[in-house]
C-alpha cells in the first residue's frame, strides 16, 4: 500500500514521513517510509546524496525503470504495510523554461491509495534549501515568488492526480517548528482513509453475498 507524499524541495516531506512512521509504532498496521536514497545510491553507485544531486539528469533518468520495478516488488513483498512514497509529481526545467509532470507508472497505479501534499510558507523552504545546500546543490532556486509559482503548481499537479486515480488526497500545513503536529495529521489521515477503504470492502463483500 502506497502513499504519495508530494511538494517541493524544501517542505519537509523527509521529515514528516520518517515523524509519522515512528508515531505509528503502536498501530495495529506498521508505517514504513520507502527508502528511496539507499535504494538510487545502490543503483548508480554513490557514496552521499550530494554526488547523486551532481548527476546529469540523463543518468538519473536510466535508473527510472529500475528504481520502479524495486518500490513496486517492495511494496507487493509487505502487502500489509503502508509505505510512504516521499517524491515529485512535476518539477521545474530550467532548460526548457516550463514544468515537467512526472506521470505514475502503470505498476504503482493500483497500489497509491492516497496522495498527501506538503505545503510550507516560503520563508520555511528558502531556509531548508539554504541549510541543505552542501548536501544537495541542486536545489538553488530561492525566489520567494518562483518558489510560490512551483509549489501551487505541484498542489495542482497532486489533485489532478488524485482525481485520475480517483483516491483521495489531503492537504497538510508543515509550519516551522511544528513538524510533529504536521506528522499526527498525516498519521490520522492514513488511518481514516484504511478505515474507508476496509469499510467499503465490507459492504461491497456484503452485497455480493
Known sequence: MLIY???????????????????SGGSERLIK??????II????????????????????RLIKPEFVKRVYLLDR??????????????SWDAKSGSF????TPPEYQKQVFAIVFVM??????????????????DRHL????????IQRFEERTAYHRAGI????????????????????????????????IITGSDQSRAKAR
Open 100 to 103: 515537467k509532470i512526472w506521470q
Open 41 to 60: 545510491r545502490e543503483l548508480v553507485w554513490t557514496k552521499t546524496e550530494k554526488e547523486y544531486s551532481c548527476l546529469p539528469e540523463e543518468q538519473r
Open 165 to 196: 486515480l480517483r483516491i483521495p488526497i489531503i492537504t497538510i500545513e508543515n509550519n516551522e517548528g511544528e513538524e510533529l503536529t504536521a506528522s499526527k495529521n498525516l498519521f490520522y489521515f492514513i488511518k481514516r482513509t484504511i478505515r474507508s
Open 142 to 149: 530561492y525566489d520567494p515568488r518562483f518558489l510560490k509559482s
Open 5 to 23: 507524499v508530494c511538494g517541493i524541495a524544501g517542505v519537509g516531506k523527509t521529515t514528516i514521513c520518517k515523524k509519522t512512521a515512528e508515531i
Open 77 to 90: 513483498q509487505n502487502s500489509d504495510t503502508v509505505y510512504l512514497f516521499d517524491r515529485h509529481l512535476s
Open 120 to 137: 510550507a510558507p516560503v520563508e520555511s523552504i528558502c531556509a531548508r534549501r539554504l541549510q541543505d545546500y552542501e548536501i544537495r546543490p
Open 33 to 38: 517510509t520507502i527508502p528511496t536514497t539507499s
